[in-house]
């Protein structure tokens, strides 16, 4: 068990609908970072905030969006679903705003 | 030359043998090598790591090997155990941004 939670663990939506992705780091750890996972792109780094900023960028659709609130768990926000969203959603954290990251148990996200 | 290739996309040993996993990258301004284990189901999970000034990690039955000249580095699973099988991604990171290889799936058979 890495100590970051993830919830919910499965989420089952339809097209054109929008839903929130939470997460909570690790306790004392500052930086989150948002993966998708899906079998034809592999792990694929998307966002990264630290200590409540925007700290680096990577393959994030304008669709989605993230924030990490003052308590530092975040949430990852995806809207206008298509069905190639389908995938595994992870979460990681770490203490500084670079080196290692933990990974959550995942939200596996299905867009019927 | 943000890519991280890794091989081969799967791999079956024996119990006791020892498997191993290349990875290559071409960036040169990476600057951290996390291997991490995911079982099915399962989020990655940590293993072992490497920076670029130290050419050999060992932690446990997992070493990685590190050369920097050739832009490579390999884990190394000594004395594997059927609780091995999983698949492996090998990753680099340059602030912060950890850009993965595609994984291999192993298999510890008995």
């Known amino acids: 068990d890495s100590g970051v939670t993830q919830t919910p663990k499965h989420l089952i939506t339809a097209t054109g609908q929008r839903v929130t992705l939470r997460c909570s780091p690790r306790?004392?750890?500052?930086?989150v970072y948002w993966y998708q996972q899906s079998l034809d792109q592999g792990l694929q780094f998307l966002i990264q905030?630290?200590?409540?900023?925007?700290?680096a960028k990577g393959n994030i659709l304008e669709r989605f969006s993230a924030q990490q609130f003052p308590d530092l768990h975040s949430e990852l926000n995806l809207s206008s679903l298509e069905l190639g969203d389908s995938a595994l959603y992870f979460c990681?954290?770490?203490?500084?705003?670079?080196?290692?990251?933990?990974f959550g148990p995942g939200t596996r996200l299905t867009v019927l | 030359q943000q890519q991280v290739k890794q091989s081969p996309q799967s791999l079956i040993v024996q119990k006791g043998g020892i498997p191993i996993i290349n990875c290559a990258y071409e960036n040169t301004a990476f600057d951290y090598f996390p291997w991490y284990q995911q079982f099915p189901g399962k989020g990655p999970a940590l293993l072992i790591a490497?920076?670029?000034?130290?050419s050999e990690k060992k932690e446990g039955r997992f070493t990685i090997s590190f050369n920097k000249s050739a832009k490579q580095f390999s884990l190394h699973i000594m004395d594997s155990q059927p609780g091995d099988s999983a698949t492996y991604f090998c990753a680099a990171s340059t602030a912060s941004k950890l850009t993965f290889g595609t994984g291999t799936r192993l298999q510890v058979t008995l």
């Open positions: 990681a954290s770490g203490l500084a705003a670079d080196g290692e990251q933990f």
């Open positions: 306790s004392g750890d500052l930086s």
């Open positions: 905030y630290y200590n409540g900023e925007e700290r």
């Open positions: 490497i920076r670029p000034d130290v």
